[in-house]
């Protein structure tokens, strides 16, 4: 009798283990602040997956900004082998690290996956003299360094793109860092500077109200609301870039977790929700689960890393304060 009941408790055991988790909320760390990219897929996630009843626990949103993302990833990289504490990242995990010194790269992190991609954009306001992305190119090449561009921070997807124009085309732009893409937007609807570099969705709104214009899109091909709206590739420059959503949960969790993660990710990805608020903000559709998304920011470390390094940008941990 007692075999048999120790044979029935152990045929309950793993069921029992893998529905343990998680038992009580899940803090979501957005590494900007209160509107800014990462902030706003923070909560749309949050959102789909306590509306669909993905998790049977709540998903609570914490804003820890400060550093061009250092905050948030240091303190979500402090707690080792927490599965209650889950990440927004990309290729930050790359570049806090390079910009900082701080120990808090990818071997701090266990991907779970990337559920699209986030377009940069170059717009201008509604009245401006530049009609396209060759006409500022002209306009900084002809005036080195007076083409005024907004950028949330240094070494950035804003930034890279910034830079990445100037290899292509020899011109030279004054970068102006913002603390989010909001202010940098505003920046841009005041005068005080010519251009944003910043996310699609956070120009889109003044785009639609005939306030900022879209030079172009340095997509792979044009977004679908965007049929009018040139790639920077159809004018000549080869630029695709923007911010990988991605979700990455501090090293050292549970197998088991990440599965479920994996798995509620691709449902969030899937969901009608998702799809709508991709298209909203002219996404790139894409997903990747934890193996492929940690396989993709191997790629691209090498690319950032010179990046990074000929601009100046690289601290060494021993050069750190």
């Not at 561009?149 to 030279?172: C, D, N, W, Y």
Request: glycine share 10%.
């Amino acid at each position: 009798m007692k075999r048999h009941l120790l044979l029935l408790l152990l045929s309950f055991a793993t069921p029992v283990a893998a529905q343990s988790y998680p038992v009580k909320p899940i803090e979501m760390i957005s590494p900007t602040g209160a509107g800014g990219g990462s902030d706003l897929v923070a909560r749309m996630v949050a959102d789909i997956i306590g509306k669909e009843k993905l998790l049977p626990q709540p998903v609570i949103v914490q804003n820890r900004a400060g550093g061009g993302g250092a905050v948030g990833q240091s303190y979500a990289a402090s707690k080792k082998g927490d599965p209650y504490t889950i990440l927004v990242a990309g290729t930050g995990l790359i570049t806090v690290p390079l910009r900082t010194g701080l120990d808090v790269g990818m071997d701090k992190f266990q991907a779970l996956g990337m559920i699209g991609f986030d377009l940069n954009s170059l717009a201008v306001r509604d009245d401006s003299p530049f009609k396209t992305v060759k006409d500022l190119v002209a306009a900084a090449r002809a005036k080195p360094k007076t083409i005024n561009i907004g950028i949330t921070f240094p070494g950035g997807s804003a930034h890279g793109m910034v830079f990445r124009l100037e290899q292509l085309t020899g011109a030279k732009f004054n970068t102006v860092s913002f603390k989010s893409g909001t202010d940098s937007v505003t920046a841009v609807l005041g005068g005080h500077i010519h251009a944003t570099a910043e996310n699609l969705g956070e120009v889109m709104p003044h785009v639609e109200l005939k306030k900022l214009r879209l030079l172009g899109v340095p997509a792979m091909q044009r977004p679908a609301g965007l049929p009018n709206v040139p790639t920077f590739k159809e004018q000549g420059f080869d630029v695709h870039a923007g911010g990988a959503r991605c979700f990455v949960a501090p090293a050292g969790i549970p197998r088991e977790v990440v599965t479920l993660w994996e798995t509620t990710l691709a449902r969030v990805h899937k969901s009608a929700a998702w799809k709508d608020y991709m298209a909203r903000n002219m996404y790139e559709d894409v997903y990747m689960n934890a193996d492929e998304m940690t396989k993709w920011l191997v790629t691209q470390q090498g690319e950032i890393t010179r990046f990074l390094t000929e601009m100046g940008l690289v601290v060494k941990k021993e050069d750190r304060k």
